[in-house]
């Protein structure tokens, strides 16, 4: 059964992140099963309620999120970096962000790293994001 409240766009978002290769940049670990798929879908929409303080746009559109893993019994593991050391929000955002999925249904588990490298450039910002600040 399809839970209504993940879009068909971000079932197509995790679909596409399956087919490719994982890039250096922004790896992803391919779910174990359709049940998984869609723990990761809603996730990922976890993810996107949560937006930068300093710029419009939230932090998984905006490239903050280096690794997304989803293993199965709902063990999730997340790789995230900050626009810059300096932060404002260094302290709190990976709180909020934990503290979201750990929220979301299915998940048993949160694990959170918070990197440095590869340093964030705006490079990592999706398409969507790219559009919200006018860069086109």
């Known amino acids: 059964m399809e839970d209504k409240n993940v879009s068909e766009a971000m079932m197509s978002d995790v679909r596409a992140m399956e087919e490719t290769e994982p890039r250096e940049d922004n790896t992803f670990a391919a779910p174990s099963g359709p049940q998984d798929d869609l723990l990761k879908a809603?996730?990922?929409?976890?993810?996107?309620?949560?937006?930068?303080?300093?710029?419009?746009?939230?932090?998984?559109?905006?490239?903050?999120?280096?690794?997304?893993?989803?293993?199965?019994?709902?063990?999730?593991?997340?790789?995230?970096?900050?626009?810059?050391?300096?932060?404002?929000?260094?302290?709190?955002?990976?709180?909020?962000?934990?503290?979201?999925?750990?929220?979301?249904?299915?998940?048993?588990?949160?694990?959170?790293?918070?990197?440095?490298?590869?340093?964030?450039?705006m490079d990592r910002m999706s398409e969507t994001a790219r559009l919200q600040l006018g860069l086109w």
């Open 42 to 121: 809603r996730v990922i929409e976890a993810l996107c309620t949560i937006y930068d303080p300093e710029i419009p746009v939230d932090i998984y559109e905006l490239g903050l999120i280096y690794k997304l893993d989803v293993a199965p019994g709902g063990k999730v593991g997340i790789e995230m970096t900050l626009t810059s050391p300096a932060c404002p929000v260094a302290e709190s955002l990976p709180i909020e962000v934990e503290s979201k999925v750990a929220g979301v249904g299915g998940v048993s588990d949160v694990s959170l790293e918070l990197v440095w490298e590869p340093p964030y450039s």
